[in-house]
């Protein structure tokens, strides 16, 4: 939560500082989910900085665990990733 709002606050470095806390948190606790989102949501500053292939890399791990648990929003996801990943020039699996 509080790295949504250092992002929307145009704070992105600090917003991935908290989104990494998060995240080291949820594995701590064996939040799957939260783990996984924490990193989308560092994908998301990532991509808005620029820095695609650390984007993509960061997104994956949420696409993976939308997929591992079947949820109803892989096919979004993973067409926000496979886009960054033709930014890339990679093959968009």
Do not use: F
């Not at 709002?5 to 939040?31: F, K, S, T, V």
């Not at 994956?60 to 979004?76: F, I, K, M, P």
């Amino acid at each position: 939560m509080l790295g949504n709002a250092h992002a929307g606050l145009g704070d992105p470095l600090l917003a991935i500082q908290h989104y990494d806390r998060q995240m080291a948190i949820a594995c701590e606790i064996g939040d799957r989910e939260a783990e996984a989102a924490s990193s989308w949501n560092i994908g998301i500053v990532h991509e808005a900085l620029g820095n695609i292939p650390r984007a993509a890399g960061a997104m994956r791990n949420y696409v993976e665990y939308l997929r591992s648990t079947g949820h109803a929003d892989l096919q979004h996801h993973e067409a926000h990733l496979n886009r960054l990943r033709a930014r890339l020039g990679h093959c968009a699996r």
